[in-house]
């Protein structure tokens, strides 16, 4: 597609529920960034893929976050059991990566996610 | 103290006028980007920037690696401007970005 694209765009669900958001980046972006952005507050960090490896997963907020990505497409967030405090509108971003050369992340239009 | 201060939180402005926001960082960095976030959410990646000025139409960013500084201005500033303009630090060394917690922008006919 012409931009990355998030689904769903509103999910709402029970505490203690498992919710999946997905994640489609720009054709040939090989960087994939997942962010969270909590009512009120600022972006935060959660994770960053190179291909389909993560090396850097210190922003997920615990345990119940986990992501993937795989065959350096699609990414996946997965929160088990969420918590009222889970609700935020999670984003994601691609970019290319070539050699480690900065470049420009386009986002998506966020997943709005809120714990009832 | 957050690694990333933007300044002003809030601005108005009436359309025309100048704009300066103002972004200071206290870690070692690779990059800078400034974002707009419109009402509505989409995020929109205006500038990426390791050093000196860009410009793109009535937007002008500029980096001081030295000082640690980096300041966006708008020219001729319209109602259309009206945003959050988020300051982004990429650590050196790694692919994390920091944050600021951005600048809300109110531009009046």
């Known amino acids: 597609g012409a931009g990355v694209s998030q689904s769903p765009s509103n999910k709402v669900t029970e505490k203690g529920k498992d919710v999946e958001l997905r994640c489609d980046p720009i054709s040939g972006h090989t960087a994939l960034y997942w962010y969270r952005q909590s009512l009120g507050q600022g972006l935060e960090f959660l994770i960053y893929f190179q291909g389909n490896s993560a090396p850097d997963k210190s922003g997920l907020p615990s345990d119940r976050f986990s992501a993937e990505r795989t065959g350096g497409s699609v990414s996946t967030l997965t929160i088990q059991r969420t918590q009222q405090e889970d609700s935020a509108v999670y984003l994601c971003?691609?970019?290319?990566?070539?050699?480690?050369?900065?470049?420009?992340?386009?986002f998506g239009d966020g997943t709005r996610l809120s714990i009832l | 103290k957050n690694e990333v201060e933007q300044s002003p939180q809030n601005l108005t402005a009436q359309e025309g006028e100048f704009i300066t926001i103002n972004c200071s960082y206290s870690v070692g960095i690779s990059a800078l980007h400034w974002l707009q976030q419109h009402p509505g959410g989409g995020i929109v990646s205006l500038f990426m920037l390791s050093s000196g000025k860009k410009k793109h139409g009535r937007l002008i960013a500029t980096i001081n690696i030295q000082e640690k500084h980096s300041s966006l201005h708008i020219t001729a500033s319209h109602p259309r401007d009206s945003a959050v303009y988020i300051c982004a630090v990429r650590l050196a060394y790694t692919d994390k970005l920091i944050f600021g917690t951005g600048t809300r922008l109110q531009v009046f006919p």
């Open positions: 971003a691609s970019s290319l990566a070539l050699d480690r050369v900065n470049q420009p992340q386009h």
